[in-house]
């Protein structure tokens, strides 16, 4: 059996995610995609795009809350991608904040 050496609990929460490469001078469209698991530091992710080692994006995660009714809440990250494979990407989460939002593309 393998040691698993992480030191954060990881959830295992079927969510939606949108993601995008980060600091960009254009907009870039967010690609979807479902996140695996998560923790405070980190998200794995699946999606259709890849996404290389080291590269910096930026993620919206669904959120199975509402705010007093006034609209959907999304988990919004910034990190770098740590590791990717087959469709599946590990993101360390290094900011994160809780936002309205109907639609990614209004984040």
């Not at 254009?26 to 979807?32: A, I, K, N, Q, R």
């Not at 993101?91 to 939002?101: K, P, Q, T």
């Amino acid at each position: 059996m393998a040691l698993d050496r992480r030191f954060k609990r990881r959830f295992p929460l079927r969510m939606g995610i949108w993601y995008r490469p980060a600091g960009l001078s254009l907009p870039v469209d967010w690609t979807e995609g479902e996140s695996l698991n998560l923790s405070s530091t980190g998200v794995l992710f699946s999606g259709p795009d890849a996404v290389l080692p080291g590269q910096k994006i930026e993620a919206l995660v669904d959120w199975p809350a509402r705010l007093n009714a006034r609209g959907d809440l999304r988990l919004a990250l910034e990190g770098v991608i740590v590791r990717s494979a087959d469709e599946k990407a590990a993101m360390r989460v290094d900011r994160y904040e809780f936002r309205l939002s109907s639609c990614p593309r209004q984040a």
